[in-house]
């Protein structure tokens, strides 16, 4: 079936670096895309979404990065700060086939000072 | 401020029993989902509702119930047939329905409701 998944399990990068959380999905009919952060014991918590009209969309510190040629989105961190670690999900939906996000099963980001 | 709020935040389940697990927004969303996260895994939809009385089955809705008697309130009751309820549940809302695919928007989420069994 249809999946989302991510390249990495866990990123560890050192405060004030650069982070780059990549994910991968295989419906070539997905056509909105969100990437989610995720607190010990809390719910997601959105970041940035996209639209597939889309490559590319800047948040505060935040970039997401669309390919949809290779079906490929990376969520770039500047300048990665200890409160940025956390699980990172990646989500998409193919709005045409209804309701369900889909999501990835989230890359673990350990900033280190 | 406006937010979803899940409770308890943590509840324990006897053998054959059910228990139910409170959603409530003050967001004014029309769409409300409920998944289940279990550890190292994504998030699985359980059920959604559109609208108020209305409610569809998700992937993963067996051994689970649902009501969508108030706009701001989405309860989940987890019955004694779901076999393996041990997970962290997550509800969530969002402002239109999932269908109205010209109004794309993010769902947003509540804290969770970590059931355990006793």
């Known amino acids: 079936g249809e999946n989302v998944g991510l390249h990495l399990p866990t990123l560890s990068v050192q405060e004030g670096d650069n982070s780059i959380i990549n994910c991968a999905y295989s419906?070539?009919?997905?056509?909105?895309f969100i990437w989610y952060k995720q607190e010990s014991g809390k719910g997601p918590q959105f970041i940035i979404d996209?639209?597939?009209?889309?490559d590319k969309r800047q948040g505060q510190r935040v970039t997401v990065l669309l390919n949809k040629t290779v079906k490929h989105l990376s969520l770039q961190i500047a300048a990665t700060q200890p409160g940025d670690s956390a699980v990172y999900f990646c989500?998409?939906?193919?709005?045409?086939?209804?309701?369900?996000?889909?999501f990835g099963k989230g890359t673990s980001l350990l900033v280190t000072p | 401020d406006g937010g979803i709020t899940q409770s308890p935040k943590y509840l324990f389940r006897k053998e054959g029993q059910n228990v139910t697990l409170s959603c409530e927004q003050n967001?004014?969303?029309?769409?409300m989902y409920w998944y289940r996260q279990d550890p190292g895994q994504g998030l699985r939809l359980i059920y959604y509702?559109?609208?108020?009385?209305?409610?569809q089955k998700g992937d993963i809705a067996e051994g689970y119930s649902v009501s969508r008697e108030k706009k701001e309130s989405f309860p989940l009751t987890v019955t004694s047939a779901q076999k393996n309820p041990t997970a962290f549940y997550l509800c969530?809302?969002?402002?239109?329905?999932?269908?109205?695919?010209?109004?794309?928007?993010?769902?947003?989420f509540g804290d969770g409701t970590r059931l355990s069994i006793l």
């Open positions: 419906n070539s009919a997905s056509d909105y």
């Open positions: 967001l004014n969303h029309d769409a």
């Open positions: 989500a998409e939906r193919d709005s045409n086939s209804g309701y369900a996000l889909n």
């Open positions: 969530a809302s969002s402002p239109h329905p999932p269908l109205d695919r010209a109004r794309n928007q993010p769902q947003h």
């Open positions: 996209i639209r597939s009209n889309m």
């Open positions: 509702s559109q609208i108020v009385n209305d409610f």
